[in-house]
Every structure is written in structure tokens, then in C-alpha cells.
């Protein structure tokens, strides 16, 4: 039981010192939902995108996709 | 219109998201409180909420069970920052349609949105929803969807496409059950959806049900839906599949994958053309066509025990087989053509045509993965295409490196001594041997490994046996 009790309190310790990095990859990953979502307005609003711009916007959506797995990588 | 309230605390994503919806048809309104959420759903009848799991003044557990108490035909989206399987698992049980985690590909919420509509649709049309005042989908709009189906579908030209699309033709009319069969990714969904919408139930409801992904506890509760308060969790009234179907198609995927207890209570069901939902005690009569599909040999299960052998006469009044993509050579590039203008659409791109060398590599690939993967591969390389012409560097390496396995398969020598001694009992049964390896070698694309488990022995002793009937 006591071995139980302490493999609990050790748990919850490793979960409480995770806690500011969950919350920190929350706030990252809203930030990337607001990105990915203006480049897909951006694609829409500008009406003719020159191939530099078509690759900068690519290179963005890239970005944070990459963003994203290395987000879920360390999850 | 479709009306989608968004309610999440962060104004950018909720604004986002409002107009890339509202770009796509929807009528939205947003909220950035649990409590301002559940004041516009007291004013409108909104189809769809996307609900953010954290809010400031109560979170998406609580909002998910206002909702669903109150306003139970509403679907509800549950999105989040915090990706947490427990929790996505309770929130499903708990009755929302999916629980998606931030970021918001658009793309990929809008598929989501989109199915979740079309499964709220079923439940707008069915008869008790009739006074609660949504939007009736118009005949139109069904000739619409049934329109830009047909876009999407691809009819090949070879031979063996040619007899797929006159089966299909020949069995849509009727009331016929139907069982497809095809590996992962041939399109059995597809082919279930073109014989729904060239049936006279076209303008009805097509439901379909992955029944692979369906766990014991919850199936019965899936098809035949449930009464609020019949079980511990049940906290609401839910319409099951077959209900959502009454009067069009119901599809069920990987039919193959259900209990005993659940086949039995699925062959009633299909019998008595009747269904109960649980904790309740009438009956509501059915008009639902089934048609099944599997990429299981439902014969082996029925020889297992695990499916049902009366189950399996009773959908099987028609069976299509989808042969896979490597034996469809004629419309391999139809196919690539087609998903690359998809893609093209998709991506706003303007890509016309592939490199000879990627027409031979398609031609010769072995497409383990049928159709849906030439989808994927396709949609890539656009993706990563700068001028107009698709070229090897933009696939990826498993299919630009994919060698042709070069086996020589015509009976070698000893092989045809030994049939031409087939009265001899030794010569027979190496004869079946040499066919059934062969057989299964080429099934498995010649992975040894693989086709060492389906023969039942270990490595070693089928490169023995290759050695000894001269397979190379």
C-alpha cells in the first residue's frame, strides 16, 4: 500500500511539474490554429497571389505545421 | 443555411473561424463565454457548436452536458489546445460528435463540420424533429450533393471498372442488400454512396458506420440509439443509425469486426424490419437498404465462428468485389489525373501534368494502399510541385525507390516434371505447394516475412521451400 501511496505521490509530482509545459503548448498551439486560419483567409482575400507570395505562405503554413509535430513529438 | 455557433474564449480564433466558415456556407455566430453561448442557443436553433474546452467561466465537459440536456439534436464539436485520449474518449460518450485538438487545420474542421452536419441532417429528418424548426434540406439541395458526388466519382476505363460500374448500375434500382468486398482504400464507401444516389432512395439519408472503430459497450447504443436515463451515462435521448437511415441507405464498414451478441441483435433488427431503442419500449417500424462492406473473407469468419452465418445470407443478396488499384493498370493514370485537378482545386494550384518517369513509376508501383493512396501521393506532390509538371523528387521515397520485385514466375523445369508425373502423390503435393506459395508470395508484393505468417511457418523454412520448388 505504501509503495502504492508513493508511486501516486510521485506521479502526481512529475504531472504538477508538467503542468506550466502543458499550458505553455496550449497557448502555442491556439496561437498556430490563428495562423493557419489567416493564411487561408489570406489565400482567399488576395486575389491574385504572385508565385513569391504563393511561396511565402506555403513556407509559413509549412512552418507551423512543423511546429505542430514537434509539439506532439515532445507530448 | 447551416447555423454553427463557435464558442471560445479567444476572439482571434472564434473570428477566424467565423469567416473562413462563413466563406464555406455556414451561417455563424460567435460567442466568447460558456454563458453568452448558451443564451444564443436559447434564441436560434443552431445545427452545430464548436465548443473550446477551455472557457473562462466553465469549461467544454459542462457546456457538452447543457447542451445535450437541453438542446439534445444539436451537434456539439468539442475543441481543444490539451490533446488527451481519456478525455476525448468521455466527451464521445458523453455525445459529442468529435473532439478535435488545436491547432485548426481549416481543411480538416471543415471535413469534420461537414460530416457532422450531414449525420444532424439524418436527425432533422427524422419524423419527431419535424416541429423543433431547422432547416429542411430541399430536394435541391439533395440533387446538388448528388451532383458534385458524381464529380468526385470516377468511373475507370479498363475492363474490370467497366463490370464495376455495370453491377453497380444493375443493383442500385432494386432493394437488394449488398455486400462489397475490397481491400483498404479500393473505395467501398464510395461504391456504397454511387448505388445510394443512383437508387430511388437518392434523395433519403446515406448513413454511413465504421463498425471496426465501434467498441462492445457502445455499439448496441450506435445502431439501435437509446432512451435518456436507460443506463448510467445516458444523458440524453439518442437516435441510433438505424433511425438516421429510415428510408435510405445504411453502410456499415468492416462488418466483419462486430460481436456475437451485437450480430445477433443486428439480424433481428434486419428481420423484423423494426427497432427499439434501449430503455424503451416501442417499436419504430424501418425502411433502411443495408449494404455491408468488408476486406475480411467473411467466408473464414463464418468457418471461425466469429460472424454469423444466417447474417451473412441475409445481406448477402448481392456481392460487388473492388479489385485493387494494381489490377486496374488501364485507369491508373485516369485516376492520378483526376485526384491531381482535385488537388489542383484544393491548393489553387495550376499543375498539369506528370513527368514520363513518374507515369512509368505509378504504372509499375504496387499501390498497397489502393486508391487512398494514390489520393494522398498525388495531393503531396502537387503540394510540393513549383512549376507545372509533377517529377520523381516530389513522391515519396517508397514509391520513387519502389523496385519491381523481378521473379520468375513460369514453372521452372522441375516443375513441369512434376506435372506431367501428376499421378504421383509426392509430385501433387509439391505441385500445391509450389501454387499456394506462389500465391500468397504475390498477394504480399513478395514480403517474405508477410507471406510467412498467412502460410503458417517460420522464415527460414520458406526460403527453403523457395529454394527447393526454384521460386527466385
Not at chain 1, 50 to 63: A, E, G, H, N, V
Not at chain 2, 76 to 90: L, N, P, Q, R, W
Not at chain 2, 165 to 173: S, T, Y
Amino acid at each position: 500500500m505504501k509503495a502504492a501511496a508513493k508511486v501516486q505521490n510521485k506521479q502526481s509530482a512529475v504531472s504538477a511539474n508538467n503542468e506550466p509545459l502543458r499550458t505553455l503548448k496550449h497557448d502555442v498551439k491556439n496561437q498556430l490554429s490563428n495562423i493557419l486560419l489567416a493564411i487561408e483567409q489570406l489565400r482567399y482575400e488576395i486575389p491574385d497571389l504572385t508565385p513569391d507570395c504563393i511561396f511565402y505562405l506555403d513556407s509559413i503554413s509549412l512552418s507551423s505545421a512543423k511546429i505542430d509535430t514537434l509539439l506532439r513529438e515532445a507530448e | 443555411m447551416k447555423k454553427i455557433l463557435i464558442i471560445d474564449d479567444e476572439v482571434n480564433v472564434a473570428l477566424l473561424l467565423s469567416k473562413f466558415l462563413a466563406r464555406n456556407g455556414f451561417d455563424v455566430t460567435t460567442a466568447s463565454t460558456g454563458t453568452i453561448g448558451m443564451e444564443y442557443l436559447k434564441n436560434g436553433n443552431f445545427n452545430l457548436v464548436l465548443c473550446d474546452f477551455r472557457l473562462e467561466d466553465t469549461d467544454g465537459r459542462e457546456m457538452l452536458k447543457n447542451i445535450k440536456t437541453q438542446y439534445p439534436k444539436t451537434g456539439v464539436i468539442i475543441i481543444t489546445g490539451y490533446s488527451d485520449i481519456k478525455m476525448a474518449v468521455e466527451l464521445i460518450k458523453m455525445g459529442a460528435y468529435d473532439y478535435i485538438t488545436k491547432p485548426l487545420y481549416p481543411d480538416e474542421i471543415l471535413n469534420t463540420i461537414t460530416k457532422a452536419i450531414d449525420t444532424h441532417h439524418a436527425l432533422v429528418e427524422d419524423k419527431e424533429s419535424e416541429t423543433a424548426g431547422y432547416d429542411k434540406p430541399s430536394s435541391s439541395s439533395r440533387e446538388n450533393k448528388k451532383q458534385a458526388f458524381n464529380n468526385e466519382f470516377v468511373t475507370g476505363t479498363s475492363k474490370v471498372s467497366k463490370e464495376l460500374a455495370r453491377q453497380i448500375e444493375l443493383v442500385a434500382p432494386t432493394n437488394y442488400s449488398v455486400i462489397i468486398l475490397g481491400e483498404s482504400g479500393t473505395g467501398k464507401e464510395s461504391v456504397a454512396k454511387s448505388i445510394h444516389l443512383s437508387s430511388p432512395r437518392y434523395n433519403q439519408p446515406f448513413i454511413a458506420m465504421d463498425c471496426g472503430s465501434l467498441t462492445k459497450e457502445l455499439a448496441a447504443s450506435e445502431f439501435f440509439g437509446h432512451e435518456k436515463g436507460s443506463f448510467t451515462g445516458a444523458l440524453y435521448t439518442k437516435i441510433g443509425h438505424f433511425e438516421m437511415a429510415n428510408g435510405g441507405t445504411l453502410f456499415l464498414d468492416e462488418v466483419g469486426n462486430l460481436s456475437y451478441e451485437i450480430q445477433a441483435a443486428l439480424l433481428r433488427t434486419v428481420q423484423e424490419r423494426k427497432v427499439k431503442r434501449i430503455g424503451s419500449t416501442k417499436e419504430i417500424n424501418l425502411d433502411v437498404r443495408i449494404i455491408i462492406a468488408t476486406n475480411e473473407n467473411l467466408q473464414d469468419g463464418i468457418q471461425k465462428g466469429k460472424f454469423r452465418e444466417d447474417l451473412y445470407h441475409r445481406f448477402n443478396e448481392f456481392s460487388i468485389f473492388i479489385p485493387p488499384l494494381r489490377e486496374r493498370g488501364g485507369d491508373i493514370m485516369l485516376l492520378a489525373d483526376h485526384f491531381l485537378r482535385m488537388a489542383n482545386q484544393e491548393l489553387s494550384r495550376n499543375v498539369t501534368t506528370f513527368s514520363p518517369e513518374v507515369i512509368e513509376c505509378f504504372m509499375n508501383y504496387r499501390w498497397q494502399g489502393n486508391i487512398r493512396e494514390m489520393k494522398n501521393v498525388v495531393r503531396r506532390a502537387t503540394l510540393l510541385t513549383e512549376g507545372n509538371e509533377i517529377t520523381m523528387k516530389t513522391l515519396p521515397l517508397e514509391i520513387s525507390n519502389f523496385k519491381a520485385p523481378i521473379y520468375d514466375y513460369s514453372p521452372v523445369a522441375e516443375m513441369h516434371e512434376i506435372r506431367e508425373n501428376r499421378h504421383d502423390l509426392k509430385n501433387a503435393a509439391l505441385e500445391a505447394e509450389y501454387e499456394t506459395i506462389l500465391k500468397v508470395l504475390r498477394e504480399v508484393n513478395f514480403n517474405k516475412t508477410r507471406a510467412a505468417e498467412i502460410l503458417n511457418i517460420d522464415r527460414k523454412t520458406l526460403y527453403n521451400k523457395m529454394k527447393a520448388i526454384n521460386i527466385k
